[in-house]
């Protein structure tokens, strides 16, 4: 169990906290037998339904009114000189 | 009716001081007990927008409307009920909220809701649970929690709330309140925080039909800046419609698999519309047990994409920031988000794997399209499919929340519709112990103003509408 959860963290990105795991790992485990349900039907000839609008539309690729910088950096917690100060993305 | 406040706001007749105090009386008295908002506004700031509301004019000038916390108010903080957002400010407004102000509609708070709309109970909220107003050691279902506990308890008349398995039917059903799951693409998403996109919609909640066809008209039609809208308006406010020579589909599979006292309440309205000329036939919607498993796979996996954006740098929760990318990210997200919302990331993010992508969700994609299929045949025989909104009373708090699937599984009657795109509306049926229990009405693919112009016959049916519950 204790993979399934590391895999679990690693695949979405969040650290569990050390109370948590063992919660999580049972849950999930659990919910995946309930999910398990739909593998009684035969599907084979069945085609999926992604998403019920069929196609998306498009418009025409003109300039329209956004956000200024500053609006769009209001909720930025680390900026410096209108950037944002994202963590380190080089060494391990 | 909010068409009479609204001329006798403009008219004279009514204070907009008055109007405002006595919302805020309630609320004063009251909200301790419910915990229906995340942020109120100031009574001043409020009173000074309504009557500069009134002066300009609109279909809604001058009425107060409670907003769920997960659509976006410009200056007004919104954080979807989670501390990953406790301290967003959105510089910017959701399409339907321009909708409202554009028409004079007045923003009173805030309301609450589960995490990131992750939850049918309002329990899962990281401002504490929502109470229902009918019966305080109850939950009011969710997620739109607070926007339903809201309108029972007298503090509002008209709300907004999101429904992606069934999240605006189940606060309406268990409140005794009205709320429409709109057909998708028929009300903007733009400014909506997503959890779900292929399943969720905006949508109205209000205590009575007439209410809920005027919020709906208002906040439905086409979006340039959401791609999945469709050409579409409501040209006129909804009107009656008589259940007279109606076809009505009652769903047995699912009618049956219903708690004793909604199953009774529920066979006297059909009782009810039968005898008023609706023609009436059991019917069975089919796959219904495979529809919650796989609307959860979808929702999931949907989710898991969609909450990839909290990482803690460009907005939101953000403690750590000395480490890599990687480590900062998986701390912020491991300390901003709750339980459930960790539960669901992680589900969706396993199912959309290598090896589980098949196994899980292109099948359940397959489960809907059977869904999908089996409702098109239906609607080509009936007018409207009637069910009971939710299969149970509204239970106690901390019975459902901490059994995951036990609370997925109240969510059986309502996620159909979400997976077909389909309207459904819910509104009182009746109540059983003072308890609340709701009425469904599904329709075909853009049939939202019909089932409206149904529910304002039925409701002189039941007789509940405008219904307070008597807070002490």
């Given at each position: 169990?204790?993979?399934?959860?590391?895999?679990?963290?690693?695949?979405?990105?969040?650290?569990?906290?050390?109370?948590?795991?063992?919660?999580?790992?049972?849950?999930?485990?659990?919910?995946?037998?309930?999910?398990?349900?739909?593998?009684?039907?035969?599907?084979?000839?069945?085609?999926?339904?992604?998403?019920?609008?069929?196609?998306?539309?498009?418009?025409?690729?003109?300039?329209?009114?956004?956000?200024?910088?500053?609006?769009?950096?209001?909720?930025?917690?680390?900026?410096?000189?209108?950037?944002?100060?994202?963590?380190?993305?080089?060494?391990? | 009716?909010?068409?009479?406040?609204?001329?006798?706001?403009?008219?004279?007749?009514?204070?907009?001081?008055?109007?405002?105090?006595?919302?805020?009386?309630?609320?004063?008295?009251?909200?301790?007990?419910?915990?229906?908002?995340?942020?109120?506004?100031?009574?001043?700031?409020?009173?000074?927008?309504?009557?500069?509301?009134?002066?300009?004019?609109?279909?809604?000038?001058?009425?107060?409307?409670?907003?769920?916390?997960?659509?976006?108010?410009?200056?007004?903080?919104?954080?979807?009920?989670?501390?990953?957002?406790?301290?967003?400010?959105?510089?910017?407004?959701?399409?339907?909220?321009?909708?409202?102000?554009?028409?004079?509609?007045?923003?009173?708070?805030?309301?609450?809701?589960?995490?990131?709309?992750?939850?049918?109970t309002?329990e899962?909220?990281?401002?504490?649970?929502?109470?229902?107003?009918?019966?305080?050691?109850r939950t009011?279902?969710?997620?739109?929690?607070?926007?339903?506990?809201?309108?029972?308890?007298?503090?509002?008349?008209?709300?907004?709330?999101?429904?992606?398995?069934?999240?605006?039917?189940?606060?309406?059903?268990?409140?005794?309140?009205?709320?429409?799951?709109?057909?998708?693409?028929?009300?903007?998403?733009?400014?909506?925080?997503?959890?779900?996109?292929?399943?969720?919609?905006?949508?109205?909640?209000?205590?009575?039909?007439?209410?809920?066809?005027?919020?709906?008209?208002?906040?439905?039609?086409?979006?340039?800046?959401?791609?999945?809208?469709?050409?579409?308006?409501?040209?006129?406010?909804?009107?009656?419609?008589?259940?007279?020579?109606?076809?009505?589909?009652?769903?047995?599979?699912?009618?049956?698999?219903?708690?004793?006292?909604?199953?009774?309440?529920?066979?006297?309205?059909?009782?009810?519309?039968?005898?008023?000329?609706?023609?009436?036939?059991?019917?069975?919607?089919?796959?219904?047990?495979?529809?919650?498993?796989?609307?959860?796979?979808?929702?999931?996996?949907?989710?898991?994409?969609?909450?990839?954006?909290?990482?803690?740098?460009?907005?939101?929760?953000?403690?750590?920031?000395?480490?890599?990318?990687?480590?900062?990210?998986?701390?912020?997200?491991?300390?901003?988000?709750?339980?459930?919302?960790?539960?669901?990331?992680?589900?969706?993010?396993?199912?959309?794997?290598?090896?589980?992508?098949?196994?899980?969700?292109?099948?359940?994609?397959?489960?809907?399209?059977?869904?999908?299929?089996?409702?098109?045949?239906?609607?080509?025989?009936?007018?409207?499919?009637?069910?009971?909104?939710?299969?149970i009373?509204p239970p106690k708090l901390g019975e459902m929340v901490d059994d995951?699937?036990k609370m997925?599984?109240?969510?059986?009657?309502?996620?159909?519709?979400?997976?077909?795109?389909?309207?459904?509306?819910?509104?009182?049926?009746?109540?059983?112990?003072?308890?609340?229990?709701?009425?469904?009405?599904?329709?075909?693919?853009?049939?939202?103003?019909?089932?409206?112009?149904?529910?304002?016959?039925?409701?002189?049916?039941?007789?509940?509408?405008?219904?307070?519950?008597?807070?002490?």
């Amino acid at each position: 169990m204790s993979d399934l959860v590391d895999k679990l963290q690693r695949l979405s990105l969040i650290d569990l906290k050390e109370e948590e795991k063992e919660r999580i790992g049972r849950d999930v485990q659990k919910i995946l037998q309930f999910f398990n349900k739909i593998n009684e039907l035969d599907l084979s000839n069945v085609e999926p339904l992604f998403h019920p609008i069929s196609q998306g539309k498009l418009r025409k690729d003109v300039a329209q009114s956004s956000l200024t910088q500053g609006e769009a950096l209001s909720n930025v917690k680390r900026k410096e000189n209108g950037f944002i100060v994202g963590p380190s993305t080089y060494g391990d | 009716m909010i068409s009479q406040v609204v001329k006798d706001l403009k008219e004279g007749r009514l204070d907009p001081e008055e109007y405002v105090e006595r919302y805020y009386d309630r609320i004063s008295k009251f909200e301790k007990k419910i915990n229906s908002f995340i942020t109120l506004r100031s009574k001043e700031e409020v009173i000074s927008d309504v009557k500069e509301s009134i002066k300009r004019g609109g279909r809604l000038a001058g009425v107060l409307i409670g907003i769920k916390d997960a659509i976006s108010t410009k200056g007004i903080r919104t954080t979807c009920a989670s501390k990953m957002l406790e301290d967003y400010v959105p510089p910017f407004d959701a399409t339907v909220v321009e909708k409202l102000k554009r028409e004079g509609a007045v923003i009173l708070g805030k309301t609450n809701m589960d995490e990131f709309a992750m939850g049918s109970t309002t329990e899962t909220s990281y401002f504490g649970p929502t109470r229902n107003p009918w019966d305080l050691e109850r939950t009011p279902g969710g997620s739109s929690g607070g926007s339903g506990a809201a309108l029972a308890a007298g503090f509002v008349d008209l709300a907004l709330g999101t429904d992606t398995g069934g999240s605006i039917r189940a606060p309406a059903a268990f409140t005794a309140t009205f709320g429409l799951k709109p057909s998708y693409g028929t009300v903007s998403r733009y400014g909506l925080v997503a959890y779900a996109n292929s399943l969720e919609q905006i949508g109205p909640m209000s205590k009575n039909a007439e209410d809920l066809g005027l919020l709906y008209s208002i906040i439905a039609g086409d979006d340039p800046r959401d791609a999945t809208t469709i050409p579409y308006e409501v040209k006129e406010v909804p009107s009656e419609i008589s259940v007279n020579g109606l076809k009505v589909g009652v769903l047995k599979d699912i009618l049956e698999a219903s708690e004793e006292p909604v199953k009774g309440i529920i066979n006297r309205i059909i009782d009810k519309l039968s005898s008023e000329g609706a023609v009436v036939e059991e019917t069975k919607l089919g796959y219904a047990e495979y529809a919650l498993p796989a609307y959860y796979i979808i929702a999931m996996s949907e989710a898991s994409s969609n909450l990839a954006r909290y990482d803690g740098v460009r907005y939101g929760y953000s403690k750590y920031g000395d480490g890599n990318w990687k480590e900062t990210f998986s701390k912020n997200r491991g300390d901003g988000f709750g339980l459930e919302v960790k539960r669901r990331i992680m589900l969706g993010s396993f199912i959309l794997s290598a090896g589980y992508y098949d196994q899980y969700y292109v099948k359940a994609l397959k489960v809907r399209r059977l869904i999908k299929n089996s409702l098109d045949q239906l609607f080509a025989k009936f007018d409207v499919l009637v069910s009971p909104t939710m299969p149970i009373l509204p239970p106690k708090l901390g019975e459902m929340v901490d059994d995951p699937v036990k609370m997925y599984a109240m969510d059986v009657n309502t996620v159909i519709a979400n997976l077909a795109a389909i309207p459904a509306l819910s509104m009182p049926a009746g109540f059983y112990n003072n308890l609340p229990v709701g009425l469904q009405l599904m329709g075909r693919y853009l049939s939202d103003t019909f089932l409206v112009g149904i529910s304002m016959f039925v409701e002189k049916l039941t007789k509940i509408y405008d219904a307070t519950a008597p807070l002490q």
